[in-house]
């Protein structure tokens, strides 16, 4: 049974950066994996994915301003956040595509 953990979540300004990081356990197998956010009062929604080849595709809300990367030797999977605006505060969510599988989420809050 696989599990995600995420975290680097936290307090940013708008402009600034975080790196937020999902870890995975139990599988030695390698997946498409994604990330989601759900700010209050919303429904979840898809923010990146990248396959186990590396290639990646975005939200249109976050292109050029967000990274999906992974290290499969250590199974983790990367979300690097530059140019944050307040409407990018939200839970964000790693998702192992193959296992349908969730993490437990990381907030982000960007606020001044």
């Known amino acids: 049974q696989v599990q995600l953990v995420e975290s680097g979540g936290g307090l940013v300004q708008p402009g600034g950066s975080l790196r937020l990081s999902c870890a995975a356990s139990g599988s030695s197998t390698i997946s498409v994996m994604g990330w989601y956010r759900q700010a209050p009062g919303t429904e979840r929604e898809w923010v990146a994915y990248i396959t186990s080849g590396g290639t990646t595709k975005y939200a249109d809300f976050v292109k050029g301003r967000f990274t999906i990367s992974r290290d499969n030797g250590k199974n983790i999977v990367y979300l690097q956040m530059n140019n944050v605006k307040p409407e990018d505060t939200a839970v964000y969510y790693c998702?192992?595509?193959?296992?349908?599988?969730w993490g437990q989420g990381t907030q982000v809050t960007v606020s001044s």
């Open positions: 998702k192992d595509y193959q296992r349908d599988t």
